[in-house]
């Protein structure tokens, strides 16, 4: 999960229209209001592309338009639009509203949980001209009553969920709670974060950038022995950091949070996993002097 910086007002100007033609069915039909896909689709679903670098909000997956499939883009609800923790007057708010694949959302539907469910928002209404409508201030997800709910679920585009999450270093590809936090266990729980398919291809990344430096490694000492200059250490090498450390800090990569992770703690995760010490010594010279170049330019 990565944190989002999304300005939740002005509201875009679609999404507006949306929720104004709507208003009055939405407050009848409360939760029975039907709420069109279409709609979403229509009005803010390339400002969340471009936001989130069309991936989920929850697990970083890389989003399509393949109609059914379970990494389909969807405009998510953070907090529910429908069951018994409804917010229903949440349903065409712009902070409440972000990308999810299926399977994040697919538990995720109705289980909104609050540490105090008395302090659930009820819904907000002011009076204008004579008549009751949304009061739209007080549907921000950083207003004072939703904060003060302080709810389970980490939410992207208020805080870095990264601060509350982690990846186990003994079981590569798994979340863990980065704090002892309740809020932490609730999301990697709610959002399935380390689902087989996930934690797999969070794994994946990984064995693939220790094969590759292994074999460049083995590839090196044939060539030239110990006789390498520092030259040939950096162009051998270059091409699979390049990879490893901008994949990390680019945002559109998919899943690169973990592979951030990777990078903070390559002694532990790459050197250490190469035998032969002199071996060992050459990835290290490698990587320092990768380093180095990333930083002076
Ligand atoms: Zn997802």
Not at 9 to 22: A, G
Not at 191 to 203: A, P, V
Not at 206 to 235: C, H, M, S
Request: hydrophobic fraction near 35%; charged fraction near 35%; charge should be negative.
């Amino acid at each position: 999960m990565r944190k989002i910086d999304k300005k939740f007002r002005p509201i875009p100007e679609k999404l507006k229209d949306c929720f104004q033609e709507r208003q009055e069915n939405l407050l009848k039909k409360e939760e029975l209001h039907q709420f069109d896909s279409q709609c979403y689709n229509s009005s803010i679903k390339e400002d969340l592309k471009k936001l989130y670098h069309n991936k989920c909000a929850f697990c970083e997956s890389k989003l399509n338009e393949i109609p059914n499939d379970s990494y389909q883009f969807t405009v998510e609800h953070f907090r529910p639009k429908k069951g018994t923790n409804s917010y229903f007057w949440l349903g065409y708010e712009w902070s409440n509203l972000m990308p999810s694949c299926q399977k994040c959302n697919g538990k995720k539907d109705d289980n909104f949980r609050l540490p105090n469910k008395r302090k659930k928002q009820k819904l907000p209404l002011k009076t204008e001209n004579g008549q009751k409508i949304i009061d739209l201030e007080r549907c921000r997800a950083d207003g004072e009553e939703l904060l003060a709910e302080n709810p389970f679920l980490l939410h992207p585009e208020l805080e870095n969920p990264m601060d509350f999450l982690a990846f186990d270093i003994n079981k590569l590809g798994y979340f863990i709670e980065n704090i002892q936090n309740k809020r932490a266990k609730y999301t990697i729980d709610l959002c399935q974060l380390n689902r087989s398919d996930l934690w797999e291809k969070r794994k994946k990344i990984y064995d693939n950038f220790l094969t590759e430096l292994k074999d460049k490694l083995v590839e090196l000492v044939e060539i030239y022995g110990a006789d390498y200059t520092e030259k040939e250490l950096k162009f051998g090498f270059h091409s699979i950091f390049k990879k490893m450390y901008f994949g990390a800090i680019e945002e559109q990569t998919e899943y690169c949070s973990f592979r951030l992770f990777l990078i903070e703690n390559f002694e532990i995760l790459f050197l250490e996993k190469i035998e032969a010490d002199e071996m060992k010594d050459i990835l290290s010279e490698a990587f320092v002097l990768f380093l180095n170049d990333v930083e002076i330019n």
